[in-house]
């Protein structure tokens, strides 16, 4: 499984973007996929996941703010992200699962100004 991440940038805090994560090769594999993020210094930390069912997960640090979904051929998983504050700045990295392999893109910066 290959995943590509797009969509980080610069933006205001209380603004939004919105993450791609494009997957590709043995999909029909993949039982989970998961957006993560890390700041320097700190451990990478979950910020949404969806499994193949559909079912939706966040910690209470984004909930309500982030949206995890996905396109109807479930390669591509977006992330919603609104209300945007100065601690949400990191790299995000797109992240998947296929029985017990971990497959992870590459990261794309988010960084919101105060």
């Known amino acids: 499984v290959q995943l590509q991440a797009f969509g980080g940038g610069l933006v205001q805090a209380g603004g939004s973007l919105r993450l791609s994560c494009a997957a590709s090769?043995?999909?029909?594999?993949?039982?989970?996929m998961d957006w993560y993020r890390q700041d320097p210094g700190k451990q990478r930390e979950m910020v949404a996941t969806?499994?193949?069912?559909?079912?939706?997960n966040y910690p209470d640090s984004v909930k309500g703010r982030f949206t995890i979904s996905r396109d109807g051929a479930k390669t591509t998983v977006y992330l919603q992200m609104n209300s945007l504050k100065a601690e949400d700045t990191a790299v995000y990295y797109c992240?998947?699962?296929?029985?017990?392999?971990?497959?992870w893109g590459q990261g794309t910066q988010v960084t919101v100004s105060s």
């Open positions: 969806i499994t193949t069912g559909g079912v939706t």
């Open positions: 090769g043995s999909i029909l594999t993949i039982t989970r």
């Open positions: 992240h998947s699962l296929s029985g017990i392999v971990n497959y």
